[in-house]
């Protein structure tokens, strides 16, 4: 299924996630498994977490974040507040397929 995750843009040009596993480079355009890695001070989600739109509210965008269209696999959907994004998809497995380009009408 195609979805939406907000990466961290490093200088080097590389991706990571954006707090859980931040010092992670993730690949563009390999199949990657989920790790479970507790993290005080969150609750444990083990998966990457995704959205059906690029649309986090709840998490600064711009400076060195970047949206990137990513593929996934073998989700659930987690119920979240409007200013959460509504819900999240949380995977098993992602590929990231490229950086996110608003078209425009």
Do not use: C
């Amino acid at each position: 299924m195609k979805a939406y995750k907000l990466f961290k843009q490093r200088k080097d040009g590389t991706i990571g996630p954006l707090f859980i596993g931040a010092k992670q480079r993730v690949p563009i355009g390999s199949w990657l498994e989920a790790e479970d890695i507790p993290t005080k001070g969150f609750a444990h989600r083990p998966g990457w977490h995704a959205g059906r739109e690029p649309n986090a509210p709840h998490l600064k965008q711009g400076g060195n974040r970047v949206w990137y269209e990513v593929e996934i696999e073998d989700y659930t959907t987690f119920k979240r507040p409007t200013h959460q994004g509504g819900e999240w998809l949380i995977a098993k497995r992602m590929k990231v397929i490229k950086p996110y380009q608003k078209e425009v009408t």
